[in-house]
């Protein structure tokens, strides 16, 4: 990215599925194939940043490398192999970076904004009350530093695609199975909810959310029917939570190769992409509002 004038304009990009959180939460461990994978894709990454000779830089890791006993072990040696120095960032460090990285999709009328990430291993939820902004803010949102002064609430839960699908097997999810994923996760969610009573807080409001996370870009590329992932389709686009149902109904009434056909879906988060769908599903029977907006953008915004 390259800073111009209040945004960014992308230079160079590159995305890859590594799953590196895969079986840690049994094992305790990030696993020698899941650490190969992740080399391999940020040996690629280390050859941008020469190639574009970036002067300065901050890496992040996430929950994965959180968790995991050898995640600092891992970390030093992707340094001692590419030179690349990663920090492990904090929950709620992570949770604020994200809500900065969106913020100028934060729709300025709404009482109150759930902005959530669902990951691979940790999910972040943040409540904003923008009711706190004076009347002459409101329309300010491009100021990240003031809605962060907005939030009132933020978790982090310990569950992600990686880490629901492997716990229900997402390759084979029929209704029974879903509705225990979302039951898990509604089990994660109810301390949140009795600790802040945001259920109470929404009623006769203007709410809406904003989804930062494949999860949600997925379900937008599904709904709109492209015939290849389009982030200027995609990013800040509106989905009606009637649309977000269709579309997970459709999905759950697809086979595993159906899901793989979906362009927007692929094979590889085939049996990543009904986790998130219950992890959606679960914060917006909780905490039910009219839509939702979808943001490609997040914690790495949120770093620069």
Same mark, same amino acid.
Request: hydrophobic share 40%.
């Given at each position: 990215?390259?800073?111009?004038?209040?945004?960014?304009?992308?230079?160079?990009?590159?995305?890859?599925?590594?799953?590196?959180?895969?079986?840690?939460?049994?094992?305790?461990?990030?696993?020698?194939?899941?650490?190969?994978?992740?080399?391999?894709?940020?040996?690629?990454?280390?050859?941008?940043?020469?190639?574009?000779?970036?002067?300065?830089?901050?890496?992040?890791?996430?929950?994965?490398?959180?968790?995991?006993?050898?995640?600092?072990?891992?970390?030093?040696?992707?340094?001692?192999?590419?030179?690349?120095?990663?920090?492990?960032?904090?929950?709620?460090?992570?949770?604020?970076?994200?809500?900065?990285?969106?913020?100028?999709?934060?729709?300025?009328?709404?009482?109150?904004?759930?902005?959530?990430?669902?990951?691979?291993?940790?999910?972040?939820?943040?409540?904003?009350?923008?009711?706190?902004?004076?009347?002459?803010?409101?329309?300010?949102?491009?100021?990240?530093?003031?809605?962060?002064?907005?939030?009132?609430?933020?978790?982090?839960?310990?569950? =992600? !695609?990686?880490?629901?699908?492997? +716990?229900? $097997?997402?390759?084979? #999810? @029929?209704?029974?199975?879903? /509705?225990?994923?979302?039951?898990?996760?509604?089990?994660?969610?109810?301390?949140?909810?009795?600790?802040?009573?945001?259920?109470?807080?929404?009623?006769?409001?203007?709410?809406?959310?904003?989804?930062?996370?494949?999860?949600?870009?997925?379900?937008? =590329? !599904?709904?709109?029917?492209?015939? +290849?992932? $389009?982030?200027?389709? #995609? @990013?800040?686009?509106?989905? /009606?939570?009637?649309?977000?149902?269709?579309?997970?109904?459709?999905?759950?009434?697809?086979?595993?190769?159906?899901?793989?056909?979906?362009?927007?879906?692929?094979?590889?988060?085939?049996?990543?992409?009904?986790?998130?769908?219950?992890?959606?599903?679960?914060?917006?029977?909780?905490?039910?509002?009219?839509?939702?907006?979808?943001? @490609?953008?997040?914690?790495? /915004?949120?770093?620069?």
């Amino acid at each position: 990215h390259r800073l111009v004038g209040r945004g960014f304009k992308v230079i160079d990009a590159f995305s890859r599925i590594i799953r590196l959180g895969e079986g840690v939460t049994t094992s305790g461990l990030l696993s020698e194939a899941a650490m190969t994978r992740t080399v391999d894709a940020l040996r690629v990454c280390a050859a941008k940043i020469g190639r574009h000779q970036v002067r300065r830089s901050r890496l992040v890791a996430t929950e994965a490398c959180r968790i995991a006993q050898n995640g600092e072990e891992f970390l030093k040696r992707v340094t001692r192999e590419l030179g690349l120095g990663i920090e492990i960032v904090d929950r709620e460090t992570e949770a604020r970076l994200a809500v900065a990285g969106c913020a100028s999709l934060i729709e300025a009328n709404a009482d109150l904004v759930l902005v959530f990430d669902i990951g691979g291993g940790s999910s972040e939820l943040i409540w904003l009350d923008l009711s706190r902004r004076r009347s002459n803010q409101r329309r300010t949102l491009a100021d990240r530093i003031d809605v962060q002064n907005c939030i009132v609430a933020w978790t982090s839960l310990p569950v =992600g !695609v990686v880490t629901l699908a492997e +716990r229900f $097997d997402g390759r084979f #999810v @029929d209704q029974a199975i879903f /509705e225990s994923m979302v039951g898990h996760v509604t089990s994660l969610l109810d301390p949140f909810e009795r600790e802040h009573g945001i259920g109470q807080r929404l009623v006769g409001r203007a709410v809406h959310m904003l989804g930062t996370s494949g999860t949600v870009t997925t379900l937008a =590329g !599904v709904h709109l029917g492209l015939p +290849r992932y $389009d982030r200027n389709r #995609v @990013d800040g686009c509106w989905l /009606e939570t009637s649309d977000i149902s269709r579309v997970i109904e459709t999905l759950l009434q697809s086979t595993q190769e159906q899901r793989i056909a979906q362009p927007c879906i692929g094979r590889e988060r085939a049996d990543l992409v009904l986790a998130g769908c219950a992890i959606l599903d679960a914060l917006l029977r909780l905490w039910p509002c009219e839509r939702l907006r979808v943001a @490609d953008r997040g914690l790495r /915004e949120g770093i620069l």
